[in-house]
């Protein structure tokens, strides 16, 4: 299978899939508000900077969907601050590289706590779900399932997770206005994205900074996972995806400082 790191693939790319967006919808509402941020819900994913996830993070809710392996190595505080120590805690721009390169190892060198791919274990409200006939119609086996949620006014610290050599990161809008708009920098042009919520799933390509910025009235509402390896990226065929996609126009722009402004507003106005 070709394997290829970020800069090999395009920065968003719609699968060629479409699911019931009704279904997900009226699943989704069955889950109530149940919603946790995400040191909350990942208490055994913790970080080497708890403070810098949550300051990513803490407008971002979710439900968990999969969890930690209970076969797998019991996660500890002290494995934490170990993984801290090696990354190089204190300093936020090196224990950043330091984890982006151990993700890039495929995990094999991390803590089995801190492996993504262990977060593979189905939750009982998650069982026999149609969120999970739409993970399973995904040739890779999926980690990190859950449903994701940004209030209106909201936004995430614009921010790196992996490269898609660790993880193919994917979404499922299932609620979205047309002002929640999904940001990325890549070779320094910030591109746009609207994700429409119409049944269709994504890939993002997390290895490039990214943000979501919800300038709508309501909730975004997203199925989020990710898939252990690269099998559903082959129908992306190969190519120079610097400057291109599937998603119709690319949108180059200049205005997350703008629709951040007015979501910081939003944000002290609630
Ligand atoms: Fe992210």
Known sequence: MLIRKKYQLPTMWKFNKKFDIKKLQEEALKLGNSYGNVMETNKALCSNNHELVMSVYKHFKQINLTEFDPSAESPTVESCEALGKTAGTGDESISKIAKYKLKSRRGES?????????????????????????VNSFNADAIRVRLVRLDPGKTLTPHIDYDPTYAVRVIVPIFAEKEATNYFWR????????????????????????????????????????????????????????????????????????????????????
């Open 187 to 270: 070779k320094s042009k910030e591109e746009a994205y609207h994700l429409e919520a119409d049944g269709s799933a994504y890939f993002l390509n997390i290895g490039f900074t990214h943000t979501v910025v919800n300038s709508g009235n309501t909730p975004r509402v997203s199925l989020m996972f990710s898939l252990k390896d690269q099998s559903d990226l082959q129908e992306i065929p190969e190519g120079n995806w610097n400057e291109t996609n599937n998603m119709g126009d690319l949108r180059i722009t200049n205005d997350y400082k703008e629709h951040k402004a007015e979501a910081d507003a939003q944000q002290l106005a609630v």
């Open 110 to 134: 991390l803590d089995p706590a801190l492996n993504e791919h262990n977060y593979n274990t189905p939750t009982e409200q998650y069982k026999g779900t149609y969120f999970e006939e739409v």
